[in-house]
């Protein structure tokens, strides 16, 4: 290798960077000692923007493009070196490429709860959670008020600075929306706006701009739900007077079904024991002579039906049958009171239940009108 080749292998001649990650926001162009020729080649790809930094100054910005580092391209650079037209030697200067593209899905919640008024409920305690993007919009006053001398700069160097301003002004915001928590979901979109545009004016300090915020989730406490679900099963259930009574009505029917049910077994018990007995007898239906006659089980007693009545769109009860006695005689049951019993078919009149209409034929009928 001859000189002149060693010579311009110590010189740059070609800058350029391609982003292989998904976080970088700013990469620096290691010289690694070298000097960069005068009449370099610069390539600024889509998404990119190249910051020159000499001696510690912060001199021209390049947009994507392919460009010839000469006087005519670098005139910050050209005026800080005090250059005329004629220069043709190399210079040192730092290259910093900025990824201007959006870095999206990046998380933002609220770490404590944010304490609300709400003109419902009174105090309240909200969280939010969603997701952002962030674009460099300026890289020059990004690169001199966040990256400095950082060689590579990545998003989450920078990501906790920004959820903490999304999140103050996500709460001044809700805070002072007066908007009812159970409206929130259907502002979210309202409200994320809102708070966009108020990110952006901090955040433009920076260099930076959001340009896309989304609230996926406005929740409360878990006791706060748990007593907001009740109150919509009271919503749903309607009279809670009426529902008490029909719980009540269906649990006394599924204590009769059981009561019979029970009854039922000890009837077959019953048979079972007296089929064992014939089993033991002779052929003839003789019993040995050492078998003691087996005592009868009595029948199981009879099941009583109590009684609702239905009156002025209420229903009273359960009564029993005597109950329902004393009441016809006294003229508190007559015999178009409507009445039901658990296994009855819908409401009837008193007088067209074959066990109650016998209570009317006891007690004599009400007299005419003008005895």
């Not at 990004?142 to 989450?156: A, K, N, Q, S």
Request: with cysteine.
């Amino acid at each position: 290798m001859g000189i002149f080749d060693f010579l311009s292998g110590e010189f740059i001649d070609v800058i350029h960077w391609t982003d292989d990650t998904r976080d970088t926001m700013v990469w620096r162009f290691e010289r690694e000692g070298h000097e960069i020729k005068y009449g370099a080649k610069l390539t600024v790809r889509e998404g990119q923007a190249a910051v020159f930094v000499h001696e510690g100054q912060l001199a021209d910005v390049f947009t994507p493009g392919l460009y010839m580092l000469e006087t005519n391209n670098m005139p910050i650079l050209t005026t800080l070196q005090h250059w005329d037209h004629g220069f043709k030697s190399p210079f040192k200067s730092e290259v910093y490429f900025v990824n201007t593209t959006r870095f999206s899905d990046l998380k933002w919640g609220t770490k404590n709860p944010i304490m609300c008024r709400d003109p419902e409920f009174g105090p309240v305690r909200l969280r939010a959670y969603g997701t952002y993007t962030v674009k460099v919009a300026d890289p020059a006053l990004f690169l001199t008020e966040i990256v400095g001398t950082d060689g590579e700069f990545t998003m989450d160097e920078i990501s906790y600075q920004i959820r903490n301003i999304i999140v103050q002004s996500f709460s001044r915001i809700v805070a002072g929306s007066g908007i009812p928590v159970l409206d929130m979901a259907a502002n979210t979109a309202d409200l994320g706006k809102l708070v966009a545009t108020e990110i952006s004016k901090v955040v433009a300090e920076y260099g930076l701009t959001i340009p896309e915020f989304y609230i996926e989730n406005i929740s409360l406490p878990e006791a706060v739900e748990a007593a907001m679900d009740k109150r919509t099963s009271m919503g749903i259930v309607g009279n809670l007077d009426n529902y008490m009574k029909f719980n009540a009505a269906e649990a006394m029917g599924a204590e009769n079904s059981a009561m019979a049910a029970s009854m039922g077994a000890g009837m077959g018990a019953g048979m079972g024991m007296a089929m064992a007995q014939q089993t033991q007898a002779g052929p003839w239906g003789a019993r040995p002579a050492a078998s003691a006659p087996a005592a009868q089980t009595p029948p199981p007693p009879p099941v009583e039906h109590v009684w609702h009545i239905a009156e002025s769109g209420e229903t009273k009860g359960p009564y029993s049958k005597a109950e329902m006695g004393q009441m016809a005689a006294k003229g508190a049951l007559k015999r178009e009171t409507f009445v039901w019993t658990p296994g009855q078919d819908g409401w009837l009149k008193a007088e067209e239940v074959t066990e109650l209409a016998q209570l009317f034929t006891i007690a004599p009928p009400p007299p005419p009108p003008g005895a």
